[in-house]
């Protein structure tokens, strides 16, 4: 019976730090746009540019070991 005198103030922390996290991320703007992760899901984000081809890889030739 005595452990429940252990127990409940560790709750109360527990529900503290709980109800202090959830003001935290509402301040902060975490549930402002719950929807954006969910649809990024569906379209590509690679854009793959366009590469000149006239334009030659530029090399060093002081780093060519021949």
Do not use: C, R
Not at 17 to 46: R, T
Not at 56 to 61: L, M, R
């Amino acid at each position: 019976m005595s452990i429940i005198y252990v127990l409940i103030p560790i709750a109360i922390l527990f529900v503290i730090i709980a109800i202090g996290i959830f003001f935290w991320a509402v301040k902060s703007e975490q549930f402002s746009d719950l929807n954006k992760q969910g649809h990024s899901i569906l379209f590509d984000d690679d854009k793959v540019q366009a590469v000149d081809k006239s334009e030659k890889p530029k090399t060093d030739k002081s780093n060519n070991d021949n």
